[in-house]
């Protein structure tokens, strides 16, 4: 059964805020990560990072486990599934620390960006402009939307390695595609800054 036009955009409003808010959260982690990196090093920077993922995972524990009621206007921050579960955002920041403490700086920034700029793009174009999915919620608009993005974000972030960032963006284009049950903010950075490894070894 359709969904009716004002619960359609409601739930069309509901998922772009929660989108805006995971783009300005992974903005401003990235912003933050390469001013400890450059201030104090790359060992203080992963130790930072590593108390903001305790912090999300003490948050999480409380409004799953003790449900206090002044967290409960955050609820329009979270999808259905995740009011009983961890939230995407502890999968992300999980990602950032793995890709950041094991692939070179500009890989690892390049490929949470990619989730980052990716999955906020491909997500509102698909909701608003997408009319013909590939499988599931996942539409041709919203992959291409994610895939120009990509290409986009990695000439200005990597655009002297074209051999680099262009795999990277297609993979995280595709693995954001595909993915269903597996969790995307997981999956995306890791296997795209694996894949831009494998192309610096390969070229460089």
């Given at each position: ?55 999300a995972l003490v948050f999480e524990h409380i409004r799953l486990e003790h449900k206090p009621k002044f967290f409960e206007f955050l609820n329009v921050l979270f999808r259905k599934k995740e009011m009983c579960s961890t939230s995407s955002m502890v ?114």
């Open positions: 059964m359709d969904i009716s036009p004002p619960k359609r955009r409601i739930k069309i409003l509901s998922e772009l805020l929660r989108k805006s808010w995971h783009f300005l959260a992974g903005i401003v982690l990235f912003e933050s990560y390469t001013v400890v990196l450059l201030a104090f090093g790359k060992q203080i920077a992963l130790v930072s990072l590593t108390g903001i993922v305790l912090v999968s992300f920041l999980i990602a950032s620390l793995l890709v950041f403490a094991v692939f070179p700086y500009p890989i690892a920034i390049f490929a949470v960006l990619v989730l980052v700029m990716g999955d906020s793009f491909s997500a509102g174009f698909g909701m608003i402009f997408g009319k013909k999915k590939i499988w599931r919620n996942k539409t041709y608009v919203g992959s291409f939307a994610g895939l120009g993005i990509n290409l986009l974000t990695g000439f200005v972030v990597l655009h002297e390695y074209p051999q680099i960032y262009i795999p990277m963006a297609i993979t995280g284009a595709f693995v954001e595609t595909i993915t269903g049950k597996v969790e995307d903010n997981l999956f995306v950075p890791i296997a795209a800054a694996v894949v831009g490894y494998i192309m610096q070894i390969i070229y460089f």
